[in-house]
């Protein structure tokens, strides 16, 4: 990919072995800080009153949907990354509209042939004429179903 690939393995493996990094050391971190609440033997703790949470606080069941965004957006962050963020997406660099301004297929031959076809269908099905229903039939015309 254009010399490019290299670059983008190294800075996946970077960008992996970071993440590794910062989970251990917030593994550690927390480990500390359980240590440091630690509450002698034979001492109790500190009783914390709970009260509920009033009718309609919080996601509930959709509390889900937080995750989820998130994980779509680390994907898009990557597909920005990784593919040059937007503007290059299924269509190319112009979209499905064939370019900065462009129309797409307007103007070409095959627009031209589609419209002839279309139009050859349209008079026929209101004319009445009806075409060989079974390649190799032989229509109104006399002429067999085969190009």
């Known amino acids: 990919m254009y010399g490019r690939s290299g670059f983008r393995l190294l800075l996946g493996l970077l960008v992996v072995i970071g993440a590794v990094a910062l989970g251990v050391g917030a593994y550690q971190a927390g480990l500390a800080a359980g240590a440091a609440q630690v509450v002698a033997p034979g001492t109790t703790g500190a009783v914390v009153p709970y009260y509920g949470h009033p009718f309609g606080f919080g996601f509930g069941f959709f509390g889900f949907l937080g995750t989820l965004l998130f994980i779509f957006l ?58 060989p229903s079974t390649p190799g039939q032989t229509g109104q015309s006399g002429q067999t179903g085969q190009a």
């Open 74 to 131: 680390i994907f898009a962050v990557i597909r920005a990354v990784a593919f040059g963020g937007r503007g290059r997406g299924w269509g190319g660099p112009g979209g499905w509209s064939g370019g900065p301004g462009g129309q797409g297929w307007r103007g070409s031959p095959w627009e031209s042939r589609a419209h002839d076809v279309f139009e050859d269908w349209h008079r026929k099905a209101h004319s009445g004429e009806d075409g």
